[in-house]
């Protein structure tokens, strides 16, 4: 794993040049939010983990979630780098899907966890130049990125873990930020039956563990230099039209979800009918408490359809 020490000076005055030029934070607008969907549809598309869609989006039912939080990396008014953090709620994690067991052995003693999904990076941006620069560019994107989300999860929202599921072959980037093994490898069906790893942070031990190791210019980059508060103000809040476009209009998300998450939606949002939204119909939603989303998936284990987090 190379660093910036490892350059040398002209790749380096370039690698930093390249950054400088870009604004990592939260998302602020609409439209930064389907640039961020677009970019993950194009980018998964290309390496065979979804089929193509007719809304040329990628989202699921955790990104119509108001905690939910989607950071960019945008050069100008492009999108060029998202990912996104997906607090822990009563309808679980998308990776729940199939590492349910063990996320619940990190809730347990009521801990605070969080998924980051839907990482992508636009790659047309590493499409000439010297290979290896290339790859610095790539690599501090993911890690400028890593560095906003671990400051945000750690610092503003106060979480005990991150969690994360990858495909096996970028293994050595997590390893790399210290990401722990959780569980074993399992495939998924719904991306082409691609591999996939669980890994773990622990936030409360992350500065220990990079002392530990002795890593100083890590330690540096993730731990001792703070991010701007400012990149976590403002972030977009979903409006009822914004919900109907992406969920309703552009997908068949709402449609196809299970009632139990629809049911949570009206909690999260309770001023909105989503009846009335998805149906035209204003009847009152299901209650959430009569049937729990756990509940549901055992009689309905397809019911649920995953945003799931491959990345890049």
């Known amino acids: ?44 598309t290309k390496k065979g983990y979804i089929k193509n869609s007719n809304s040329k989006l990628r989202l699921g039912m955790h990104n119509a979630h108001p905690q939910t939080t989607t950071f960019v990396a945008t050069a100008g008014k492009d999108v060029i780098a998202t990912t996104t953090v997906i607090l822990d709620s009563s309808v679980g994690l998308p990776m729940d899907e199939i590492y349910h067991q063990e996320l619940n052995q990190l809730r347990a003693g009521d801990k605070k966890i969080c998924e980051i999904s839907m990482l992508a990076c636009d790659t047309e941006l590493f499409n000439n130049g010297v290979s290896m620069m290339l790859n610095s560019k790539k690599l501090f994107l993911v890690f400028s990125l890593f560095k906003h989300i671990l400051d945000y999860t750690k610092e503003f929202l106060k979480l005990d873990y991150i969690c994360i599921t990858i495909n096996p072959k970028h293994k050595i980037t997590y390893d790399f930020l210290l990401f722990k093994d959780m569980g074993e490898l ?12 669980a890994k773990y942070i622990n936030l409360n031990t992350v500065e220990k563990e990079f002392k530990k190791h002795d890593r100083r210019e890590r330690y540096s980059m993730f731990i001792q230099r703070k991010t ?24 068949d998300i709402f449609k196809d979800a299970a009632p139990s998450q629809i049911a949570y939606l009206q909690e999260c949002y309770p ?12 009847i009152h939603a299901p209650s959430f408490e009569s049937t729990s989303y756990w509940e549901e998936r055992e009689e309905k284990p397809s019911t649920l359809k995953p945003c799931l987090s491959f990345n890049i």
């Open 1 to 44: 794993m190379k660093s910036t020490k490892d350059c040398n000076g002209s790749d380096r005055k370039s690698l930093h040049n390249f950054l400088d030029k870009i604004d990592f934070r939260v998302a602020r607008t609409k439209e930064e939010l389907e640039g961020a969907a677009a970019l993950v549809h194009k980018e998964y």
């Open 228 to 251: 701007d508060p400012g990149t976590f103000s403002n972030k977009y809040q979903l409006t009822y039209q914004d919900l109907k476009y992406f969920f309703v209009e552009k997908t």
């Open 186 to 197: 399992k495939m998924y069906d719904e991306v082409n039956n691609a591999p996939a790893i």
């Open 271 to 282: 001023k909105y009918d989503f009846n009335e939204m998805i149906y035209n119909k204003p």
